[in-house]
């Protein structure tokens, strides 16, 4: 533990030295934030800064990650392959999302941004499958298991896994992504159900992954330095679907996925309300459920500042979090 705390603030302060640098960088590149108009009007301020800061993320957790794979490797022979599924799934998603947001800084005609939402989440099914399939061949020689709380032994749901396991994946992928709406929001509470999950994997013994959770939690925190209001650079697609993908790899990998729902209560709850908002407007022919989705933006609009959501927003996460490890020691 000790080892794996201390990469992770090695790449904190690798990467906060690097920040400064990408920020001027993706500036002179002109790779702005496009903000909704319909969105909350404070929101307006925040229009061209630049918006593809998760490659601060991205980028950091590979480097360290595989530094310490190459000394692993040369000190004990062994090759941490436990990292290797989330660093694979995290770089693969962060590719999409990073094709994703350089097409929105261009619009096409008839204002269409980014990947076609159609074209977007099959390409999120099919990193997420591939994903599936390593975890449950290559990791869990075939097998689906599921740790419950208070069931002492790993429980085998089989082939269903595999299914179950996309949908996660994906499904994460994309929560974090719309979570990522407020300066801070996105990048602490991914940072805390990371740490969570690193602490679930020590607990297993999972030094590897250990490892590789705290060192996404540095990276996370090297970010958030220039993503704290008001933010100098935000996540973008880059480095939301990144972690998000990621974090489900981790939480299949410690076969504790049936409280991942608690863990990332806070993502969750955010694309739910998405999703409610719009099956709310077609069924009740244009009327709305929330002032405004995601639920940040609908709190943002009976009041709340925007520090006072994420601040309340990261309380949620701890708290969850805390749930979420002690269900996971039961």
């Not at 090695?10 to 002109?30: D, H, N, Q, Y």
């Not at 999950?197 to 090297?222: E, H, K, M, P």
């Amino acid at each position: 533990m000790a080892f794996s705390l201390t990469v992770g603030g090695f790449t904190f302060l690798m990467a906060v030295i690097w920040g400064s640098p990408l920020v001027e960088l993706m500036r002179r590149l002109k790779l702005g934030a496009q903000i909704r108009i319909d969105g909350p009007q404070t929101h307006m301020t925040k229009m061209g800064t630049p918006a593809m800061g998760g490659i601060l993320i991205v980028g950091w957790t590979i480097v360290v990650s595989v530094v310490v794979n190459i000394v692993n490797l040369v000190q004990n022979r062994e090759i941490a392959e436990s990292v290797l599924i989330p660093l694979a799934t995290m770089l693969a998603y962060a590719i999409l999302g990073g094709i994703d947001d350089y097409l929105g800084f261009r619009p096409r005609p008839h204002g269409e941004k980014g990947i076609r939402a159609r074209v977007k989440i099959w390409f999120q099914l099919g990193i997420a499958l591939v994903a599936a399939l390593l975890i449950y061949f290559g990791v869990n020689n075939g097998q689906g298991l599921t740790a419950v709380p208070t069931v002492p032994v790993l429980v085998n749901i089989g082939i269903l896994y595999i299914p179950i396991a996309v949908i996660i994946i994906a499904g994460m992928a994309n929560a974090v992504n719309i979570t990522d709406g407020l300066d801070g929001l996105a990048g602490i509470i991914a940072a805390t159900a990371f740490a969570a999950y690193g602490i679930i994997a020590r607990i297993q013994g999972q030094q590897f992954l250990v490892t590789f959770s705290f060192i996404v939690v540095g990276a996370c925190f090297a970010f958030l330095w220039f993503n704290a209001k008001p933010a100098q650079m935000f996540m973008g697609d880059v480095g939301s679907q990144a972690l998000g993908g990621a974090l489900g790899v981790v939480a299949l990998m410690t076969n504790q996925w049936l409280i991942l729902p608690i863990i990332a209560a806070v993502p969750i709850a955010t694309m739910l309300s998405t999703t409610l908002q719009v099956l709310y407007f077609k069924a009740s022919g244009g009327k709305r459920l929330f002032k405004m989705a995601p639920l940040h933006h609908h709190f943002e609009l009976i009041g709340w500042s925007e520090t006072q959501v994420v601040q309340r927003w990261w309380l949620i996460a701890i708290l969850v979090a805390m749930v979420g490890i002690a269900l996971a020691i039961i």
